[in-house]
């Protein structure tokens, strides 16, 4: 058995820490085990958002990158938005700023601007309309009578809505590192591995990858596929972390990692010692400028009537 990296005590000190400072705490699904294990809720990019829209608790602990932080900072202004570890970034979410974007824009006048959420607050500002990979094909086929879509910041998911909507985005090369690392003879080997098994790949893979899976989907998309599927086992393309939280959702099914070395290293910056000072000092806050935020909440709002 793999030995904790946490004692039990501190465990318990977050949840009575947590109660006190009327407190919740949101992890993403990559998150480490022990970060995963004090979350009340875990979940994929949309369904936090959501959560922490939602939420009653006067304090949020993100536990995740900092576009996430963010992305609840401008959905819920009245509340504290705090991350134990603020240099926990999304290298994708960097490879754009606001100034390109616009400069983009400038470019393509009549073109709407569609937006991973993976991106600054200062770009979502500069967006018509928001998404997550969950939902980046609903909403591109929402603008239908729209002439030209930009599609920033992620290269490989504007690949893959393009080819699933037909459309023709106006990309920017902005990339996962981490998902790069699935490779296809990862894929290859491991399914000659394991013959029975599903593969699941996430849209940030490599279009090559992302051809030889049975099923494209957001992390929490491959939770829900992976309980509804007959399939006993399952070839996971995305960051490893997922793998615990498929594995305590389905501990009769066998999930495999397409590759190892899908690890995204800012998300492995919280643990439950950063979750206790975060909780014990109320920082660091992430709060989004009210200007920036106004606009930058547009976007999503938009996004959520949508789906
Ligand atoms: P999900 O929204 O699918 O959880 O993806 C977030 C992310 O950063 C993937 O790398
Ligand atoms: Fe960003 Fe990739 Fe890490 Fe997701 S896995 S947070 S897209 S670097």
């Not at 977050?14 to 022990?34: C, G, M, S, T, W």
């Not at 080819?163 to 902005?174: A, E, M, P, V």
């Amino acid at each position: 058995m793999m030995k904790k990296q946490y004692s039990d005590e501190l465990t318990k000190t977050i949840l009575e820490l947590k109660k006190k400072r009327d407190a919740i705490i949101l992890a993403h699904n990559y998150q480490l085990p022990e970060v995963q294990d004090v979350a009340d809720f875990h979940g994929d990019s949309l369904e936090l958002s959501r959560k922490a829209s939602k939420t009653d608790a006067k304090v949020i602990v993100f536990c995740g990158v900092h576009f996430m932080a963010e992305t609840a900072s401008i959905l819920c202004p009245q509340k504290l938005i705090i991350m134990p570890d603020t240099f926990a970034g999304c290298p994708m979410a960097n490879m754009i700023n606001a100034d390109q974007l616009k400069k983009l824009k400038e470019e393509h006048p009549k073109a709407a601007v569609v937006g991973y959420v993976n991106t600054s607050a200062e770009v979502k500002a500069e967006l018509d309309v928001c998404c997550t990979s969950t939902n980046a094909v609903a909403v591109v086929n929402a603008l239908k009578d729209k002439e030209e879509i930009i599609f920033v910041p992620d290269k490989y998911l504007a690949d893959y809505v393009s080819k699933q909507t037909g459309r023709d985005l106006i990309s920017w090369n902005g990339f996962c590192p981490t998902h790069l690392k699935i490779l296809p003879e990862d894929i290859k080997r491991e399914r000659k591995f394991h013959p029975f098994a599903k593969v699941m790949v996430h849209p940030e893979c490599l279009p090559q990858v992302v051809s030889m899976a049975d099923a494209v989907l957001s992390t929490s998309m491959m939770g829900k596929f992976a309980k509804e599927s007959d399939a006993k086992e399952f070839i996971i393309g995305t960051e490893v972390g997922l793998i615990y939280r498929l594995k305590q959702d389905n501990p009769t099914k066998e999930f495999y990692p397409a590759s190892e070395r899908a690890v995204c290293p800012n998300m492995k910056r919280t643990t439950q010692e950063k979750i206790f000072w975060a909780l014990e000092e109320l920082k660091e806050e992430v709060k989004v400028p009210e200007d920036v935020r106004v606009r930058a909440k547009k976007s999503i709002d938009r996004m959520l009537e949508i789906i």
